[in-house]
């Protein structure tokens, strides 16, 4: 009887050791799918940074016959930071808000904006404008903070067409200095330098 109760004892102890040992040389299981899940959470991540970066890139302007950049053989590339003032053939706007429509060309050669939307008749100061640019600013400065940026002044990126008068380019430069833009960039079309 001893006997038998000594073979019942080694085999419930040889099971406990075999069961130990699976225990121990068990793998953890593979992971052999992929999750699409997580998969599609980045590629849209991916897609959103893209197509911001892409949307506001200062460099794809779309041009039509209200709007075309004049052309000049410079070669430095465009900047991408800035408040973009786009200066069209019938308006004025900051970023994308209009801020003011505009009569003709000749009128805009001879006296500039309309006088009633000035500080005074001879003022180059444009006073839509600089509301719009105001509220920009706010915005500009806040940013440049954020980035570490000295916020004391702010940069403008003018896109203005080619047959803007010279009058109407000189109000905007004033208006936007006096809102406390220290530095611009003229948004124009590259094309081959002369000779080559």
Known sequence: MSEARDDHGSVIRYKAELRRAIRRRRLEPEINFLNI???????TI????????LGESSGSIPQS???TLPRSVIQSQPTQEGVRVTVSKTQI???DQRVLDLPSLQA?????????????????????????LQVARKTDKALR???GLDPSSSEAIIIADH???????VEVLFTLGQNEFGKY?????????AGT
């Open 37 to 43: 899940t997580a998969m599609l959470d980045i590629m």
């Open 46 to 53: 991916i897609l959103v940074f893209l197509l911001k970066n």
């Open 65 to 67: 016959k209200d709007l």
């Open 93 to 95: 706007l900051v970023g």
């Open 108 to 132: 805009l050669a001879q006296n500039g904006v309309d006088a009633r939307h000035k500080r005074s008749a001879t003022s180059l100061y444009i006073v839509p404008l600089g509301s719009a």
């Open 145 to 147: 903070e954020a980035k």
């Open 163 to 169: 047959t803007t008068p010279y009058r109407l380019l």
């Open 185 to 193: 960039h003229l948004m124009v079309m590259q094309s081959k330098a």
